[in-house]
């Protein structure tokens, strides 16, 4: 698996995702089928000639890259400052951390759902017409989100902001290697995925300036670059559909996905102020126990299924992925606990904290670029994985063990933003990538948007456990409260490494 995985491209940088539409290409290329769309030659470009594929094409290619690249780091990097903005919405529109934990669970459930089925629409209908609808949503979305009197009518934004981030991030590779000659294309995947690294480090820096003006400038920041993505884009991008998309996916196990995986997160986010043998609680856990019992059932027999469970039969597919799984939970939980603690604890502003939490997200995208592939090649892929995970679960014992009433940045809390950093670079992309590489071609897509998707579902689980370890602490509390938070990040992290370690290493057979 490790020599697959050094010839394979990422298809997930740190901090952003190579998000395919779950479409199966039989005969495309490896780097192809990661965004499911096929080179069209010459055919594609605006003058349909032979000669497009020079100056004129690269023209082209040039522009929708700009476009498409415009329209993911708006996407990403609304993941990071809606995360610094969150003190300021509490404040601004109240209710406790359990009810607006569902501006960040609404967009994660409806994106994860969402994802597979909306990239199939667009196979169906048409790439561009699919980019520039996303796009329409995302912004207009982002306008609705900025004018919001209250916490229910920005989870209502936050939904139809997921909605259109289904439809345009896995358009947008497929839209920009149709215009990349084959040579190319590598490169450009690199360069898409890379700006999610890019949208990381800025993220938090971006949001607490944004937030020092006013938390609803996070969303109105998204008008401009939608609007221009807009104009542009119905000017460059190229006109073409998949010949054969394959069959929508099952649309009930698309709501069952959604409703299970919704009321599973209710019944733990509201479990401190219902009370866990509370008939609200107990309903909700067994609600969401029935319908993702049915999803998986449902699953396993419908002929185009949300999820190919025969996927999980492929070695080194199920550990890589229970493995990121596992840390992205740690992930979500982590840069939510950070925020929260800081405003709550410390009474330090938005930009304050942006500029605390950016060594962290700073230090992903060179380990991610330059450091895991040499250490991939040299110790194989689950020793740098499963190291990067145990680096990661140090650095959230750091501040279980060190961060306290009094703020001391440079002793307790800066290392342990240097080591969760290491140890994101270290295991996204690796874990990401080790996935993808051990499946067979026609299920490379397929199986890239089951990671995709898993991602998702691992960061509502990760908000939503957290929420119940920390509650609504009392003063006296509300320190211990964290700490016991950082210890779970730390636990979880280190199940994810012990996952990689265990799961991914080479058996002797294969060694042989």
């Known amino acids: 698996?490790?020599?697959?995985?050094?010839?394979?491209?990422?298809?997930?940088?740190?901090?952003?995702?190579?998000?395919?539409?779950?479409?199966?290409?039989?005969?495309?290329?490896?780097?192809?089928?990661?965004?499911?769309?096929?080179?069209?030659?010459?055919?594609?470009?605006?003058?349909?000639?032979?000669?497009?594929?020079?100056?004129?094409?690269?023209?082209?290619?040039?522009?929708?890259?700009?476009?498409?690249?415009?329209?993911?780091?708006?996407?990403?990097?609304?993941?990071?400052?809606?995360?610094?903005?969150?003190?300021?919405?509490?404040?601004?529109?109240?209710?406790?951390?359990?009810?607006?934990?569902?501006?960040?669970?609404?967009?994660?459930?409806?994106?994860?759902?969402?994802?597979?089925?909306?990239?199939?629409?667009?196979?169906?209908?048409?790439?561009?017409?699919?980019?520039?609808?996303?796009?329409?949503?995302?912004?207009?979305?982002?306008?609705?989100?900025?004018?919001?009197?209250?916490?229910?009518?920005?989870?209502?934004?936050?939904?139809?902001?997921?909605?259109?981030?289904?439809?345009?991030?896995?358009?947008?590779?497929?839209?920009?290697?149709?215009?990349?000659?084959?040579?190319?294309?590598?490169?450009?995947?690199?360069?898409?995925?890379?700006?999610?690294?890019?949208?990381?480090?800025?993220?938090?820096?971006?949001?607490?300036?944004?937030?020092?003006?006013?938390?609803?400038?996070?969303?109105?920041?998204?008008?401009?670059?939608?609007?221009?993505?807009?104009?542009?884009?119905?000017?460059?991008?190229?006109?073409?559909?998949?010949?054969?998309?394959?069959?929508?996916?099952?649309?009930?196990?698309?709501?069952?996905?959604?409703?299970?995986?919704?009321?599973?997160?209710?019944?733990?986010?509201?479990?401190s102020d219902w009370g866990w043998g509370s008939a609200e609680v107990v309903g909700s856990l067994v609600g969401a126990s029935v319908l993702l019992a049915g999803f998986v059932a449902r699953s396993m027999r419908h002929p185009s299924p949300v999820v190919e469970f025969s996927l999980l039969r492929t070695p080194g597919f199920s550990p890589a992925a229970v493995a990121l799984f596992l840390f992205c939970i740690a992930f979500a939980a982590m840069l939510l606990s950070l925020v929260t603690y800081m405003a709550g604890a410390w009474n330090w502003s938005a930009l304050r904290i942006g500029l605390a939490v950016t060594p962290g997200p700073a230090m992903v995208p060179p380990v991610a670029l330059l450091l895991a592939g040499p250490l991939i090649a040299r110790f194989g892929l689950w020793r740098t994985a499963g190291t990067g995970a145990l680096i990661y679960a140090v650095g959230a014992a750091w501040w279980a063990l060190r961060v306290g009433q009094h703020a001391d940045y440079a002793a307790d809390v800066l290392p342990g933003m240097l080591l969760t950093g290491i140890g994101v670079g270290l295991v996204m992309p690796t874990l990401t990538a080790g996935a993808t590489a051990v499946l067979p071609p026609d299920r490379l897509a397929t199986g890239s948007a089951v990671v995709s998707m898993a991602r998702q579902v691992a960061s509502v689980l990760g908000v939503a456990i957290l929420v119940a370890i920390v509650g609504s602490p009392a003063p006296q509390r509300f320190v211990h409260a964290f700490h016991e938070g950082w210890w779970f990040v730390a636990a979880t992290s280190l199940a994810a490494s012990v996952t990689a370690f265990v799961g991914l290493r080479p058996r002797r057979a294969a060694l042989a």
């Open 1 to 271: 698996m490790d020599d697959a995985l050094r010839t394979a491209p990422s298809t997930d940088e740190a901090g952003g995702s190579a998000v395919p539409t779950g479409r199966s290409t039989t005969a495309a290329p490896r780097e192809v089928a990661t965004g499911g769309a096929p080179w069209t030659g010459p055919a594609a470009a605006p003058t349909g000639q032979p000669g497009a594929a020079g100056a004129g094409a690269g023209w082209r290619a040039r522009a929708v890259l700009w476009v498409v690249c415009a329209a993911v780091f708006m996407a990403n990097l609304d993941l990071f400052i809606v995360n610094i903005a969150f003190p300021d919405i509490q404040r601004d529109l109240g209710g406790g951390l359990s009810t607006l934990s569902w501006v960040l669970n609404g967009y994660a459930i409806v994106f994860a759902a969402l994802l597979v089925p909306a990239g199939r629409l667009a196979d169906r209908h048409g790439h561009r017409g699919g980019f520039l609808l996303g796009t329409v949503l995302f912004t207009a979305a982002s306008a609705l989100c900025a004018a919001s009197p209250g916490v229910g009518s920005l989870v209502v934004g936050r939904v139809v902001q997921a909605a259109g981030a289904a439809v345009l991030l896995p358009t947008s590779l497929a839209l920009l290697l149709a215009v990349t000659p084959a040579e190319g294309r590598a490169a450009a995947v690199r360069g898409w995925a890379a700006v999610g690294g890019l949208a990381a480090a800025l993220g938090p820096v971006v949001g607490g300036l944004l937030v020092e003006l006013d938390w609803r400038w996070v969303f109105l920041v998204n008008l401009p670059v939608g609007v221009a993505t807009l104009v542009l884009g119905a000017r460059v991008l190229p006109r073409r559909r998949e010949e054969n998309p394959g069959p929508l996916p099952d649309a009930a196990g698309v709501l069952a996905l959604t409703a299970g995986i919704g009321l599973l997160a209710l019944g733990l986010v509201k479990s």
